[in-house]
Structure formats: structure tokens, C-alpha cells
């Protein structure tokens, strides 16, 4: 989903039987150019997600950009994002390519493993686990994050029980961003008007409405 110029939203997914189900919600902030785009949404199935598996038994599900010579179906996002879900089998060691203009980082949510030259692996804490309890792990397991400088490539040794992780890299805007609750702009000024308007009424600039609140935010 592109909010570009605003869009009111509301997601309700589906989980198993009793109701369960985890995923994943990346918000990329659009440049100033493009903060008043008319709001965009786009859908994609699981099975529309192509994947691309290497000799060793990686895989890669892209999910958006060119990665193996496998593109994405998620198109058009003016951060340029490379999104992938990767598997690196138990035991193995993968380096994977990542151009040197792209910030980079890795969530695990399955198995554990360690990467080179990353910070330390960071903790996610989930709803019963508060920031101020977490101890750095020693490796990347389940719900971790680790972040990379610039470089080439990241490189991962999967542990005994290998490894799944999201691998997300863009290229970095390098505007000033100005944020609060689903809004995001370039100064307070703009931050100030647009809550000016949701109470006003004239948020929405088109005629479409999709259903949470968001603006000028994310593509």
C-alpha cells in the first residue's frame, strides 16, 4: 500500500482455527516529492511469490526487487526495496549480495545463526517481554534484528536447526523526517497540518477510501 497523500484502512487478517497467525509490516517513508501521490494498493498472493533456491539449498522467496535474477511482484515503491525471505540450510554458510548505495538489515523468525561484520544481534521483545529485560543474545535467533554498515555482501552461517530470516535492503532517502503516529513528513510544520486536516475532515485528497489512518507516509 502507497498512503501518498492519505488513506483511511483497515486490515483483518485471517488465522488458523483458533484464531493465530504472525506477519510482517514494513513501512518505507516516501520522499518529499512524492508525499502527495494519489494512495495506491497493491495485492499479492503467497503463490504469486516466486522462488529462487541456490546448489546448497537456499532459498530466497523475493518478494520485491531482482535478487538471483528473480524479481518480485511487489512493484513501483520509491525506496527501491530488495525483500526477500531467506532459508539457509543447517549447518551451511551463504553469502548473499547486497549493493553498496542500500542500507541493510536482517530479522530472524525461525531457526538461528550468526552474521559477519553486523551489530549484535537486538532482541524484539514481543508482547510479554519488555525492552529493559533483554539481554543481547549471543547469536541471531528467533525474533532478533541485526543491522549492516556498507558493504557488499552479507554473510550468515546458519545454526543446527538453520536459519529463516527476512533480508531487507533500500536505498537510503537522506531527507528530514518528521513523525508522529501513522503520519510522516519532512517538518513539523507539514506534521501539524496534516492533523489539522484529519480533524477538519479533509484528509482524504481521493475519492478512495481502503478501510487505521495513514498518510503521506509509506509506498
Known sequence: MTAGSGIIHREMPKGDQAGRMHGFQLWANLPSSLKMAPPRYQEVKAHDIPIATD???TQARVVSGSFWGTVGPVDQIAADPIYLDVSVPPGKSKTLPVETTRHAFAYVFAGAGKFCNASGPLAVPTEAVKWADTTPPTEADNRSLVLFDRGDEVVVRAGEDGIRFLLVSGKPLEEPV???????MNTQEQLRQAFEELREGTFLKSEREDK??????AS
Not at 518528521?178 to 510522516?184: D, E, F, S
Not at 487505521?212 to 507516509?217: A, F, K, L, P, Y
Open 55 to 57: 546448489d546448497d539449498g
Open 178 to 184: 518528521a513523525w508522529y503516529g501513522p503520519i510522516v
Open 212 to 217: 487505521g489512518i495513514e498518510r503521506r507516509r
